[in-house]
């Protein structure tokens, strides 16, 4: 019998218990809060991290302008950096916001779960404001 393919969520998921325990609810609590900002917010495990991205239709454009790409996370040494392809196009927050790497990305760090709680109004407003930046 064919083993049954993982779903996108189911490969987040797994892909968070191979975490440390130290970072683990950080990153299960980052995950649902921007799951839960729009249903047009998709996930998938992307450059060995979870990632998230536009989900609905959008105007043609070429896949290297990560036009999709919401946020990839970045896990290295139990840290939380997250990385928004397209963030300069953001202009709400742009204290939450660090980089000004001339290819758009622009990056927001997490020390843990508490830091989290703290930015996560900010958050919310920056990732609404790139949803309505998206050329659908």
């Known amino acids: 019998m064919a083993k049954a393919k ?30 839960s900002i729009d249903k047009e917010i998709g996930e998938h495990v992307k450059w060995n991290s979870p990632a998230f991205y536009y989900a609905g239709d959008m105007k043609v454009f070429d896949a290297k302008e990560y036009k999709r790409d919401l946020l990839v996370m970045n896990l290295r040494k139990n840290k939380i ?23 758009g990305r622009r990056m927001i760090h997490f020390k843990n779960l508490e830091d989290i709680r703290a930015k996560e109004k900010k958050l919310k407003a920056t990732i609404t404001e790139w949803l309505t930046l998206v050329e659908k």
């Open 81 to 103: 950096m997250c990385v928004l392809p397209t963030g300069a196009t953001i202009k709400v927050n742009k204290d939450l916001l660090e980089g000004d790497y001339t290819d």
């Open 6 to 35: 993982l779903t996108d969520s189911e490969l987040v998921t797994q892909h968070i218990q191979t975490l440390s325990p130290s970072i683990q609810p950080a990153v299960e609590y980052l995950r649902r809060f921007i799951l």
